[in-house]
């Protein structure tokens, strides 16, 4: 694209301010903002102002293979799982895009300080979880860390300073996450400073198409590589790579799996993983009426009892499947910065526009079905959200302290 295809490009859709001081910017940054306009989404763009499409089908409630039948199968589904890791079918992703602003880290999350007495950070608690499962498999998983703009090259330089945390490294694999624009209210492109829009990380659920755009998809095709185990950078105590919920998940049929745990009471904010329209769903504890919510068995369990972790397998030749297919995109309200009419940086306090985000649990909705695999919380689910108080770096240092981590 040259500059008067951008132009052109700007008029057909309204956003000619975009080009506004241009002919004042360096060539780098005359370049780099052409470059943005030509990757701008302007099907995404158009969906603000407009109402959300509801997809068809009643919500249903969907068991899960439960603690009870994982123990009582526990050596099957083991052994099939560790075959499976040994043959190099199984390949790990960490989505590692954020940054640990709300604790207090001006640096990606992964580097937060978890220990005590001794440094002992996020990155270094998942892969010592991981490396629990190589060991035992005595094969090393492939994994590829999806980061962001922000946070690549400070990950990659961190990784390396620190011996990629004894993974050996040519296991180890970076791709940057697809950003994208962000909109005013009226749905009018921002610029973050002279030369460049304002952009964001498209979302969790964008995770794969990253990844194949990054080239990583021949890599894993090379490898063999015919599942992928994504997991969240903010859980400590997750289990990456797990042999028995793999297994269970290649002995199901299914193309997918998830890790839930079962929900300390009704309204707890989770999603739990149900069935709309006779596919796999997350249904967002906002979503559940309170009778549904409350809804139980004839054993007194809750019917939507199990809320999803952000640990799923999915298969590779059904990623494919879907990867040009258009996911849901969710248009969420955010502070945004950016470069007023005279040119000065604007940091507002309240909400002035849109990000355009996709998610994970709608990858799973676009599953033809899922597993869901129950784990105990507290041996499996320490996220770090806030610095204290629920889902935060102090109650994720006791169960680790509970679960034998020296911190």
């Known amino acids: 694209m040259d500059r008067q295809k951008a132009l052109d490009t700007l008029k057909a859709h309204g956003q000619e301010h975009v080009m506004e001081g241009f002919d004042e910017l360096t060539n780098e940054q005359k370049e780099q903002l052409i470059r943005q306009i030509s990757e701008v989404d302007w099907e995404t763009i158009a969906l603000v102002g407009k109402d959300k499409e509801e997809s068809k089908g009643d919500i249903e409630p969907l068991g899960a293979v439960e603690i009870s039948e994982i123990e009582e199968r526990k050596e099957e589904f083991t052994e099939t799982g560790i075959k499976a890791i040994q043959e190099g079918k199984l390949g790990a992703v960490l989505l590692a895009g954020g940054m640990g602003t709300r604790l207090g880290l001006d640096k990606p999350k992964g580097e937060l300080n978890v220990g005590l007495t001794r440094e002992l950070c996020i990155f270094n608690c998942l892969i010592n979880n991981l490396l629990d499962v190589t060991n035992e498999a005595k094969a090393y998983i492939p994994l590829y860390i999806m980061t962001s703009e922000k946070n690549n090259d400070e990950t ?12 050996p490294k ?7 996450q697809e950003m994208a624009a962000a909109v005013d209210f009226d749905g009018k492109l921002l610029l973050e400073e002279k030369g460049r829009l304002a952009t964001s990380p498209n979302g969790n659920g964008g995770w794969f198409s990253s990844l194949a755009k990054a080239g990583l998809l021949e890599d894993v095709k090379k490898r063999g590589v015919e599942w ?28 997918s799996g998830s890790k839930v745990v079962r929900k300390v009471d009704a309204y707890e904010k989770m999603g739990a993983l149900c069935k709309k329209g006779g596919k796999p769903y997350i249904v967002e504890y906002y979503e559940l009426s309170n009778e549904m919510a409350e809804a139980t068995d004839e054993n007194g369990n809750y019917l939507y009892a199990f809320g999803v972790i952000l640990n799923y397998v999915f298969k590779v030749s059904r990623l494919e499947e879907i990867m040009n297919n258009r996911m849901p995109v969710h248009v969420v309200e955010k502070k945004i910065p950016y470069i007023d009419d ?4 604007i940091k507002p306090t309240e909400p002035n526009g849109y990000k355009f985000e996709t998610l994970v649990v709608d990858m799973v909705a676009m599953m033809n079905d899922s597993v869901p695999y129950e784990v105990v919380r507290e041996k499996e689910f320490a996220p ?9 770096l102090d109650s994720a240092r006791e ?7 020296e911190l």
């Open 156 to 167: 990659i330089r961190f990784f390396e300073e620190n011996n990629y945390f004894g993974y």
């Open 170 to 176: 040519d296991y180890v694999k970076f791709f940057v």
């Open 228 to 255: 992928l185990n994504i997991f969240a950078v903010d859980n400590v105590l997750q289990r990456i790579g797990d042999p028995a919920f793999f297994g269970a998940t290649l002995l199901s049929g299914a193309d």
């Open 342 to 345: 005279k040119g000065e940086l």
């Open 384 to 392: 770090i959200k806030n610095l204290h108080g629920v889902d935060s």
């Open 399 to 405: 169960l680790l302290k509970a679960n034998g981590v």
